[in-house]
């Protein structure tokens, strides 16, 4: 949970975060089931393993059937999840990932915060949003169930879901304008919400007190109750058929066998510290600030210790909770580099250790607004644990682990929230989630593909246009990928995509939107970002009399009247009847150096669409003929001369390393990319020295300094949205090759990011 030596004493959520220490403080009078450690034979272990795995899916399935909140029922906006007695998790379920990450937090609290008299019984439910103990922001709401076996505590089952409105000063709950907690929705602290079976009557009128829609509140507040009690039941027959030592026994077989499976990939990787940087802007609105925000992985033996420190202090609406950190933290471990566990993530998280810088953007203490979190905070955060995950694990030398790497998720989430009045006078708010959509990363091996999902949940699905068009006052006018939106590299990122709106007999305000000006989504070895999130509002369009015409726009440029950009956290804006909305939603970035690509796949890219034919010159290097087949010579004298200008153009290194004379051949790998032998860094292409790995070899490459705008067509001068001038695109080259190693954005006062140190500048065992 905590590195030795981090002082867990004030981490009781009332200031600080609540993080526990080796052991719980739980009432004497609370009975724990604390036995299951027998052997098992295989073949039951089997049947309980598959039956609590399905038990989560069951209890997703409840949730869908019966919750009546888009975001759930389209977008799998939940988790679900399994316990111990003490907390532990057994399974979580393959709906939204870093969820799960929090939800020990919340049983524990309840362990040592609600024991004690009146205490914890057999039917009851406790329900909680508070971020300091445990949620992404107030509207992620946990509902907490015991399940008790002959008057014992035996283990817990937990609900997870988005709430479509919890209150505060906005719309939907994504407060950008909250300046503090006291503008956000209020965070509740653990109680209960079901008393012996039966929902609180009292309580549940607190809870809906604060919902501009309490009906729906109330409705999925029973689905997630539903859910629970399905899972509970499922429980209690294995308990019934196999009895509790037997169904306990598996529970924990299962969480020590996911933290074997662990450290069986952790003995593959050398010790090593890396290193990822985001910049966030625009902390609250009016504001036009740039904010650090940095996460370091350090691999100690077979312990994963993550930090924040480099993070600047917490300010405006821009927080993320220590909670929502954690569990977007080990979101990728599950997702990528462990899929085979099915969730089974307790083991994992024995091996993660957090140690976190309190009062920072990552990790705020009580008082900041943290609303936002789930667009503005948690997504960065996940892609910024894949950027470092992915590093690490391309330190391995086996070539295998290396299919674990896709180049992060997007580091922003891209959507809409509209509220209003329908065409039947009632009210409504709208998370628009065709972000879900998605795109995923490149690997070492081939492309990301546009299109097909986000990493972070892997049963989302895009919403249906029909489902939101019955749902609220809007018709679509178009939804499509774009091209050149792919992150280029040796293997490019999946595309990103642009939807565009109408309201349709009915009232729309645009409650909240995301727009960013800094890329957020890096890739990873030379590979460039992924694309950003724009929202616009088109005034007083010929939309109406295009319908007329039985013509369907499809782009802005095709509306006439007046485009309005939106800037982010600015107050939610009016959309009128003749107004069209479009924003996009981002792609993922690259793998490797752009000029590394072969040709053939870029030509194939330009026949498909997803890369223009001069992007396909300008980036990659490629010249096609009228044919759009590839002009070989052409191409060949066009990357060369690429080269001769990346070295041109950038500021000769300070250190100058050694030529390796063992070659590419012989070294230790990162990526391809780095050859790495005898504790010394150099170039994988040709064998240029870098340096000493156990320190920051980027001082020993070619670095150009230049626009943002260079990292791609999607990109705007930062200046737009910002009020500073520092924020700079960084290409790190081989001194000596030209080819590109890193692309990273950082301000001009800023120290160059460490994003590779292996300790002892070591390989990884085995590696010649």
Not at 129 to 139: A, C
Not at 174 to 191: N, S
Not at 368 to 382: D, L, R
Not at 586 to 609: E, I, N, Q, Y
Request: charged content about 25%; aromatic content about 8%.
């Amino acid at each position: 949970m905590v590195p030795e030596g981090f002082d867990t004493s004030g981490w009781d959520s009332k200031f600080l975060p609540y993080i526990t220490g080796e052991t719980l403080d739980i009432d004497d009078g609370l009975d724990l089931h604390t036995g299951g450690n027998d052997p098992v034979d295989a073949i039951t272990h089997e049947v309980v393993r598959y039956s609590l795995w399905n038990a989560t899916i069951e209890h997703g399935k409840t949730i869908e059937k019966l919750a009546v909140s888009p975001i759930t029922l389209e977008t799998r906006d939940f988790q679900v999840t399994i316990l111990t007695e003490l907390g532990e998790p057994i399974f979580y379920g393959p709906f939204l990932q870093y969820f799960s990450g929090w939800t020990d937090l919340n049983v524990r609290y309840v362990l040592e915060n609600r024991s004690a008299d009146p205490g914890i019984h057999d039917g009851d439910t406790f329900l909680s949003n508070d971020p300091w103990i445990g949620t992404g922001h107030q509207p992620d709401v946990n509902f907490l169930t015991p399940i008790f076996w002959e008057g014992e505590l035996f283990c817990w089952v937990v609900t997870s879901a988005h709430q479509n409105d919890l209150g505060g000063v906005v719309p939907g709950s994504f407060c950008q304008t909250a300046t503090d907690i006291f503008h956000d929705p209020t965070p509740l602290p653990p109680f209960k919400i079901v008393k012996a079976g039966k929902v609180d009557p009292q309580m549940e009128e607190l809870y809906r007190r604060h919902s501009r829609m309490p009906v729906h509140l109330s409705l999925d507040l029973r689905s997630a109750i539903a859910g629970n009690n399905h899972t509970k039941k499922i429980i209690l027959g294995l308990i019934e058929k196999y009895g509790a030592s037997t169904v306990k026994s598996s529970m924990r077989k299962i969480i020590d066998t996911g933290e074997q499976a662990f450290v069986d990939k952790l003995e593959k990787i050398p010790d090593g510290t890396w290193r990822e940087r985001v910049f966030m802007e625009r902390a609250f609105t009016g504001d036009s600030g740039t904010y650090r925000v940095e996460l370091e992985l350090e691999k100690k033996g077979t312990n994963l210790i993550f930090r924040n420190r480099g993070t600047e202090e917490q300010s405006g609406c821009i927080n993320v909770p220590f909670a929502a950190w954690r569990g977007c933290a080990v979101t990728p471990i599950a997702v990528l580099l462990l899929p085979e566990l099915m969730g089974a993530v307790g083991g994992v998280l024995r091996r993660c250790q957090f140690e976190p810088t309190p009062g920072t953007i990552t990790c705020p203490t009580y008082g900041a607004a943290v609303s936002p979190a789930g667009t503005y905070g948690n997504e960065m955060a996940i892609s910024m644990a894949q950027s470092v995950m992915d590093k690490m694990i391309l330190s391995s030398e086996d070539r295998e682990l290396w299919e674990s790497v896709v180049t992060p998720t997007h580091a922003h989430w891209m959507f809409n929230v509209i509220a209003g009045t329908t065409q039947r006078d009632e009210f409504f708010i709208g998370p628009m989630l065709d972000g879900v959509i998605g795109s995923t990363g490149a690997t070492p091996f081939r492309d990301g593909q546009g299109g097909d999902g986000w990493v972070g949940c892997p049963t989302a699905q895009g919403p249906n246009v029909e489902f939101y068009e019955q749902s609220w006052p809007i018709l679509y006018l178009y939804r499509k990928e774009q091209t050149d939106s792919a992150g280029p590299g040796k293997f490019r990122g999946g595309s990103g995509g642009v939807i565009a709106y109408t309201p349709h007999k009915g009232d729309v305000s645009l409650a909240t939107c995301t727009v960013y000006g800094i890329p957020k989504t890096h890739g990873i070895l030379g590979g460039y970002p992924g694309t950003r999130t724009e929202t616009k509002i088109v005034r007083e369009t010929n939309v109406r009399k295009q319908f007329a015409d039985g013509k369907a726009p499809e782009g802005i440029d095709e509306l006439g009247g007046k485009i309005e950009p939106q800037i982010d956290k600015d107050p939610p804006a009016p959309v009128g009847a003749d107004d069209v909305v479009e924003w996009w939603w981002c792609s993922t970035g690259g793998f490797g150096d752009p000029l590394d690509r072969d040709p053939s796949l870029v030509a194939d890219d330009v026949r498909s669409g997803a890369v223009s034919e001069g992007m396909a010159e300008k980036m990659y290097g490629v010249v096609l003929d009228g044919a759009t087949s590839v002009d070989g010579d052409a191409t060949e004298a066009k990357r060369r001369r690429i080269r001769e200008e990346r070295l041109a153009s950038a500021k000769v290194p300070e250190k100058n390393g050694t030529r390796a004379t063992d070659g590419r051949e012989d070294g230790a790998q990162i990526g391809g990319y780095v050859s790495v032998r005898n504790g010394e860094a150099s170039c994988a292409g040709c064998s240029q020295g870098f340096g000493p790995m156990d320190e920051n070899f980027k001082h020993y490459l070619a670095v150009e300094e230049t626009s943002v705008t260079e990292a791609g067509p999607f990109f705007v001068d930062p200046k737009l949205y910002v009020d500073d001038e520092r924020v700079r695109l960084y290409r790190s080259y081989c001194p000596n090759c030209a080819t590109l190693l890193s692309v990273t954005v950082s301000r001009t006062d800023d120290e160059v990011l460490a994003e590779f140190e292996l300790a002892g500048g070591q390989p990884s065992d085995g590696a010649p």
